[in-house]
């Protein structure tokens, strides 16, 4: 029996992860180095009664840690602590988000490890208010477990089990090895109630599994071999086959009376909720490992208790990304600990790590983590909080807008919700709230505050007494207008809510505008704008939507109408296949008479009972290595008859474009008709042209439904927009740097000029090119080089005074500049050497010149920018800090190009410094010059070579 259930056990390690597995017993004492903190930021949210909300986002030497807790008080009488599984029964995995709107709770993590094969189900226990869902594992063998008792009392311990059925006719005792959960071979004796589902196992795998099943502790059925049989609601089935059955189950008959005895030790009587782990991590304040050890950095998730016991501390934290690298088990328990745990448990991992909330007053439940496979991975179960806190009285408002910043006169709406002292959501009568301003000029309409002058504006609203407030900093005039839409196509006499346009000032600061905000002009008479809509007109043509506010000028092509063209009249299906998603997906396509034009349409026939989650059969087009359908032109839309068959599936369609990027575009979402119907799916406005069709197919998404049916489609047409011709439109705007100008150098003032040496440069162009660049180095103080400079290079060089940017951290001053010099060769400061960061840091506080130049080796943004995107972010939020502190801060990098951008008061000066490979490359070769005029700098940015004057053999 040991030797089953350990061979058992150890088939289900091996289908889940790459660890080792140690015995329960603890190991020798474990010490961990905790990384340095380079920074940190908490954020701490109530969402319930008892239940605190906390995202850590901490960045240390070893990479980011996003770190997610939820702290629960234990001692909160409205609070408590639940298995989540799929109400539909344990195998049919879900996300954790779904589980935690499925049981309506506050919030959930994933948890226990499981086993896919030969059915989903978890490795160790669950227990709900004393009942099991899910068995121990033999105590031999156990894994540990979580449990809390009816008083709260929370521990980690490893659960014993006796599971037995006895026939009272007979009085042979069979044990029960496991409880809602199988194996491969079905050679233990397994226990499947309704927690397992509506339908046993049947014959889906063996052809001699033996089933009893029990109702009302009676044995009413013995089968052998046949389908499955559904699960009494007031019962169980029994199932195994090979020795077990011998021994067992072939003494079983229909009418037998059947004693079922299932405990625990500790006893179900106490446990209110269990839930299995991998391993100890932490235990009595001690970092352990005792069974599990998932080895490597890795996505996170675990369970921890304080030593007063009074609160428990669910912990998430992300790996397997660009700048969430994850962390080892035993660091893991460091973290727990960290948090102020003293014992912890390490629950599934990996690709499974994650944190669903929903606060009471939300409908949907977030997904606070980034999982580590880019979307939930459906897990067996999961550790849900729970509120049953009464709602009280109006305790407290909260203030909140869509934005930060705003600009000078434009308008912000602002939002108040109300809550009572558990955080419940408490309706408010709006007609009653009282908003006021102050800190800068403005109006209040309501809800909306316009601004009338620059600064940083309070804004309070008042609630029959109860006040809250926010802040929104007011910019200064619009210098720019952006938006993501460049183009959009409309049907006649048709309606289009605008999007919101984003705005920059004349430092680069950045803001949203609401369409209503701002003045539209349109050429052509294409339609009207209306309070953020545009109103399209009853003539097909193309024309101009023409966005201005303050300098700021934004030109959108819109195109009214379309004209179709037939790409696909399904008369042959040469070109077509038929493909099934996953492959227990049934079906086949051929021709029809049933049609809506033409000679013949294309059936499509499916069958979605096969397989779990979603589910889709293709229609392919293309043969061989011509994959796709090639669609002419630039359309905007694509339609095709769909004659339904009342499934409620949804139709999509797959196209691939020139760059080879892969869009998912809708024809519709709900077939629910069954007559003839023309479907139509916008083309993405981001797509690259020329583009292919790649399949067309309907899609189940929902595990409970297995439509089954057929469709007839015919008259696939392209729509293409009328063409815009010539038409002169206002000048769009761009953001003018006003410190990117030519200057004259005053006295007592002095000048610098950035650079990177060309190696073997006069070896390409086959003359002395690099005295032109040396003489033109040497027309400024001081030169600094964005790259290593060579003996010879250098001969020329007659500056005051040389900076190496490239050799590493330093820091360089001249009268009012601080030059700041940071190595990033490994795409990032801390991936090139972390030290840089503490250096970094303690300068930018500290400097009190009025000008600071850092240099950096590579591009800190974009495709060759950092590869760590937040370690990115971070730097400029420290150099905004210094800006904002009255610093002119100018950041010069390495890159491709030459180029300036200003963002948020910061300037990156991109300088191009590619070794060149051909001789015409000289021309992309540049110099960014600056002038200092005390606090005064400015900068200009000019190739070496102009092309007229360089002849290249």
Same mark, same amino acid.
């Given at each position: 029996?040991?030797?089953?259930?350990?061979?058992?056990?150890?088939?289900?390690?091996?289908? =889940?992860?790459?660890?080792?597995?140690? %015995?329960?017993?603890?190991?020798?004492?474990?010490?961990? #180095?905790?990384?340095?903190?380079?920074?940190?930021?908490?954020?701490?949210?109530?969402?319930?009664?008892?239940?605190?909300?906390?995202?850590?986002?901490?960045?240390?030497?070893?990479?980011?840690?996003?770190?997610?807790?939820?702290?629960?008080?234990?001692?909160?009488?409205?609070?408590?602590?639940?298995?989540?599984?799929?109400?539909?029964?344990?195998?049919? !995995?879900?996300?954790?988000?779904?589980?935690?709107?499925?049981?309506?709770?506050?919030?959930?993590?994933?948890?226990?490890?499981?086993?896919?094969?030969?059915?989903?189900?978890?490795?160790?226990?669950?227990?709900?208010?004393?009942?099991?869902?899910?068995?121990?594992?033999?105590?031999?063998?156990?894994?540990? =477990?979580?449990?809390?008792?009816?008083?709260?009392?929370?521990?980690?311990?490893?659960?014993?089990?006796?599971?037995?059925?006895?026939?009272?006719?007979?009085?042979?005792?069979?044990?029960? #090895?496991?409880?809602?959960?199988? =194996?491969?071979?079905?050679?233990?004796?397994?226990?499947?109630?309704?927690?397992?589902?509506?339908?046993?196992?049947?014959?889906?795998?063996?052809?001699?599994?033996?089933?009893?099943?029990?109702?009302?502790?009676?044995?009413?059925?013995?089968?052998?071999?046949?389908?499955?049989?559904? /699960?009494?609601?007031?019962?169980?089935?029994?199932?195994? !086959?090979?020795?077990?059955?011998?021994?067992?189950?072939?003494?079983?008959?229909?009418?037998?009376?059947?004693?079922?005895?299932?405990? &625990?030790?500790?006893?179900?009587?106490?446990?209110?909720?269990?839930?299995?782990?991998?391993?100890?991590?932490?235990?009595?304040?001690?970092?352990?490992?005792?069974?599990?050890?998932?080895? %490597?950095?890795?996505?996170?998730?675990?369970?921890?208790?304080?030593?007063?016991?009074?609160?428990?501390?669910?912990?998430?934290?992300?790996? !397997?990304?660009?700048?969430?690298?994850?962390?080892?088990?035993?660091?893991?328990?460091?973290?727990?600990?960290?948090?102020?745990?003293?014992?912890?448990?390490?629950?599934?991992?990996?690709?499974?790590?994650?944190?669903?909330?929903?606060?009471?007053?939300?409908?949907?439940?977030?997904?606070?983590?980034?999982?580590?496979?880019?979307?939930?991975?459906?897990?067996?179960?999961?550790?849900?909080?729970?509120?049953?806190?009464?709602?009280?009285?109006?305790?407290?408002?909260?203030?909140?807008?869509?934005?930060?910043?705003?600009?000078?006169?434009?308008?912000?709406?602002?939002?108040?919700?109300?809550?009572?002292?558990?955080?419940?959501?408490?309706?408010?009568?709006?007609?009653?709230?009282?908003?006021?301003?102050? %800190?800068?000029?403005?109006?209040?309409?309501?809800?909306?505050?316009?601004?009338?002058?620059?600064?940083?504006?309070?804004?309070?609203?008042?609630?029959?007494?109860?006040?809250?407030?926010?802040?929104?900093?007011?910019?200064?005039?619009?210098?720019?207008?952006?938006?993501?839409?460049? #183009?959009?196509?409309?049907?006649?006499?048709?309606?289009?809510?605008?999007?919101?346009?984003?705005?920059?000032?004349?430092?680069?600061?950045?803001?949203?505008?609401?369409?209503?905000?701002?003045?539209?002009?349109?050429?052509? #008479?294409?339609?009207?704008?209306?309070?953020?809509?545009?109103?399209?007109?009853?003539?097909?043509?193309?024309?101009?939507?023409?966005?201005?506010?303050?300098?700021?000028?934004?030109?959108?092509?819109?195109?009214?109408?379309?004209?179709?063209?037939?790409?696909?009249?399904?008369?042959? /299906?040469?070109?077509?296949?038929?493909?099934?998603?996953?492959?227990?997906?049934?079906?086949?396509?051929?021709?029809?008479?049933?049609?809506?034009?033409?000679?013949?349409?294309?059936?499509?026939?499916?069958?979605?009972?096969?397989?779990?989650? &979603?589910?889709?059969?293709?229609?392919?087009?293309?043969?061989?290595?011509?994959?796709?359908?090639?669609?002419?032109?630039?359309?905007?839309?694509?339609?095709?008859?769909?004659?339904?068959?009342?499934?409620?599936?949804?139709?999509?369609?797959?196209?691939?474009?020139?760059?080879?990027?892969?869009?998912?575009?809708?024809?519709?979402?709900?077939?629910?008709?069954?007559?003839?119907?023309?479907?139509?799916?916008?083309?993405?406005?981001?797509?690259?042209?020329?583009?292919?069709?790649?399949?067309?197919?309907?899609?189940?998404?929902?595990?409970?439904?297995?439509?089954?049916?057929?469709?007839?489609?015919?008259?696939?047409?392209?729509?293409?927009?009328?063409?815009?011709?010539?038409?002169?439109?206002?000048?769009?705007?761009?953001?003018?740097?006003?410190?990117?100008?030519?200057?004259?150098?005053?006295?007592?003032?002095? &000048?610098?000029?950035?650079?990177?040496?060309?190696?073997?440069?006069?070896?390409?162009?086959?003359?002395?090119?690099?005295?032109?660049?040396?003489?033109?180095?040497?027309?400024?103080?001081?030169?600094?080089?964005?790259?290593?400079?060579?003996?010879?290079?250098?001969?020329?060089?007659?500056?005051?005074?040389?900076?190496?940017?490239?050799?590493?951290?330093?820091?360089?001053?001249?009268?009012?500049?601080?030059?700041?010099?940071?190595?990033?060769?490994?795409? %990032?400061?801390?991936?090139?050497?972390?030290?840089?960061?503490?250096?970094?840091?303690?300068?930018?506080?500290?400097?009190?010149?009025?000008?600071?130049?850092?240099?950096?080796? =590579?591009?800190?943004?974009?495709?060759?920018?950092?590869?760590?995107?937040?370690?990115?972010?971070?730097?400029?939020?420290?150099?905004?800090?210094?800006?904002?502190?009255?610093?002119?801060?100018?950041?010069?990098?390495?890159?491709?190009?030459?180029?300036?951008?200003?963002?948020?008061?910061?300037?990156?000066?991109?300088?191009?410094?590619?070794?060149? &490979?051909?001789?015409?490359?000289?021309?992309?070769?540049?110099?960014?010059?600056?002038?200092?005029?005390?606090?005064?700098?400015?900068?200009?940015?000019?190739?070496?070579?102009?092309?007229?004057?360089?002849?290249?053999?």
């Amino acid at each position: 029996m040991k030797k089953n259930i350990k061979k058992v056990f150890v088939s289900i390690l091996a289908a =889940t992860t790459v660890f080792t597995s140690t %015995g329960p017993a603890l190991a020798a004492k474990i010490t961990v #180095n905790m990384p340095y903190s380079i920074y940190e930021n908490v954020e701490k949210h109530n969402i319930s009664s008892g239940v605190v909300y906390e995202k850590i986002m901490r960045f240390t030497t070893s990479g980011w840690w996003n770190i997610n807790v939820l702290r629960i008080d234990l001692l909160d009488p409205y609070t408590e602590i639940k298995g989540l599984f799929n109400p539909n029964g344990i195998p049919n !995995r879900d996300k954790v988000s779904s589980l935690v709107e499925k049981h309506d709770a506050v919030a959930g993590i994933n948890g226990d490890y499981f086993n896919y094969a030969p059915l989903p189900s978890s490795l160790g226990t669950l227990i709900n208010d004393g009942t099991i869902i899910s068995s121990p594992i033999e105590k031999d063998y156990a894994l540990p =477990t979580f449990f809390i008792d009816f008083l709260n009392n929370a521990k980690i311990d490893y659960l014993d089990r006796s599971m037995v059925a006895t026939n009272l006719s007979s009085g042979k005792k069979v044990v029960i #090895n496991a409880i809602n959960k199988v =194996t491969t071979n079905f050679e233990v004796l397994t226990l499947l109630d309704k927690n397992w589902g509506t339908k046993s196992i049947g014959n889906k795998f063996h052809s001699d599994l033996v089933e009893v099943v029990v109702e009302d502790d009676v044995v009413t059925d013995v089968r052998i071999g046949k389908e499955a049989v559904n /699960i009494p609601q007031n019962g169980y089935v029994l199932a195994v !086959r090979g020795e077990e059955r011998k021994q067992g189950l072939d003494q079983f008959a229909v009418g037998d009376p059947i004693d079922l005895k299932l405990a &625990t030790s500790p006893s179900t009587d106490e446990i209110k909720f269990a839930i299995g782990g991998g391993s100890i991590i932490l235990k009595d304040g001690e970092l352990s490992l005792t069974n599990i050890n998932s080895q %490597g950095n890795a996505p996170r998730t675990g369970i921890g208790i304080s030593q007063d016991g009074k609160e428990l501390i669910l912990v998430t934290i992300d790996g !397997r990304d660009k700048s969430f690298k994850g962390v080892s088990q035993e660091m893991f328990g460091a973290i727990l600990r960290d948090l102020g745990a003293y014992n912890g448990l390490n629950l599934d991992g990996g690709g499974s790590t994650t944190m669903a909330i929903k606060p009471i007053d939300e409908q949907k439940a977030t997904v606070v983590n980034k999982p580590s496979e880019g979307t939930e991975r459906l897990v067996v179960n999961g550790v849900g909080v729970f509120s049953n806190a009464p709602v009280g009285e109006l305790s407290y408002i909260k203030v909140s807008t869509d934005d930060s910043n705003m600009f000078l006169n434009t308008s912000r709406d602002f939002t108040v919700k109300g809550y009572d002292e558990y955080h419940n959501p408490v309706a408010i009568d709006k007609s009653k709230l009282i908003f006021t301003h102050e %800190g800068v000029e403005g109006t209040i309409d309501g809800n909306n505050f316009k601004a009338l002058s620059e600064g940083v504006a309070k804004i309070s609203a008042n609630y029959d007494g109860i006040t809250a407030s926010t802040e929104v900093k007011v910019l200064g005039p619009v210098r720019d207008l952006t938006t993501d839409l460049s #183009n959009f196509n409309m049907d006649l006499n048709s309606e289009r809510t605008l999007p919101v346009f984003n705005g920059k000032d004349k430092n680069g600061y950045q803001a949203k505008i609401y369409p209503k905000d701002i003045e539209f002009t349109t050429i052509n #008479n294409i339609g009207t704008v209306n309070n953020g809509v545009f109103h399209s007109g009853d003539k097909s043509q193309a024309g101009v939507l023409t966005a201005k506010l303050g300098d700021g000028v934004k030109n959108i092509i819109v195109t009214v109408g379309s004209s179709g063209k037939l790409v696909e009249s399904f008369e042959s /299906i040469n070109n077509i296949h038929f493909s099934p998603y996953p492959d227990a997906v049934k079906g086949s396509v051929s021709l029809s008479q049933d049609v809506k034009e033409g000679k013949s349409s294309l059936s499509l026939k499916y069958d979605f009972s096969g397989g779990t989650g &979603t589910r889709a059969a293709y229609i392919n087009f293309g043969t061989g290595d011509k994959k796709g359908l090639t669609i002419a032109g630039v359309p905007k839309k694509l339609g095709i008859w769909v004659k339904g068959d009342g499934s409620g599936t949804w139709l999509r369609g797959t196209l691939k474009d020139s760059k080879g990027k892969e869009h998912t575009i809708d024809f519709t979402k709900n077939i629910d008709f069954s007559d003839w119907r023309f479907v139509e799916a916008t083309i993405p406005s981001n797509i690259s042209y020329p583009i292919i069709l790649e399949r067309i197919y309907p899609v189940e998404t929902d595990s409970l439904k297995a439509p089954a049916g057929e469709l007839l489609l015919d008259g696939l047409t392209a729509f293409y927009p009328p063409t815009l011709g010539n038409v002169v439109m206002p000048t769009p705007s761009s953001l003018k740097d006003d410190k990117n100008v030519k200057s004259n150098v005053e006295d007592n003032g002095f &000048t610098f000029a950035v650079a990177a040496e060309p190696k073997k440069l006069d070896e390409l162009v086959k003359y002395d090119a690099s005295s032109k660049i040396k003489a033109r180095i040497n027309k400024s103080k001081i030169a600094v080089f964005l790259n290593s400079v060579s003996k010879e290079f250098s001969n020329g060089l007659n500056n005051y005074a040389r900076i190496d940017a490239s050799s590493g951290y330093k820091k360089d001053k001249h009268k009012e500049v601080v030059f700041i010099s940071v190595n990033t060769d490994k795409k %990032g400061i801390r991936a090139t050497n972390a030290s840089q960061w503490n250096n970094l840091k303690n300068d930018l506080s500290k400097i009190q010149e009025d000008n600071i130049v850092l240099f950096f080796t =590579t591009p800190i943004f974009g495709d060759n920018g950092f590869e760590d995107k937040l370690e990115a972010d971070l730097l400029h939020s420290y150099l905004v800090e210094a800006h904002e502190r009255g610093k002119n801060v100018f950041v010069v990098h390495g890159g491709s190009y030459n180029a300036s951008d200003l963002k948020d008061g910061i300037r990156y000066i991109s300088l191009n410094t590619k070794t060149p &490979t051909k001789a015409d490359e000289i021309y992309d070769l540049g110099i960014v010059e600056f002038v200092v005029n005390g606090k005064n700098m400015t900068y200009t940015i000019s190739p070496l070579f102009e092309k007229p004057g360089v002849k290249v053999k």
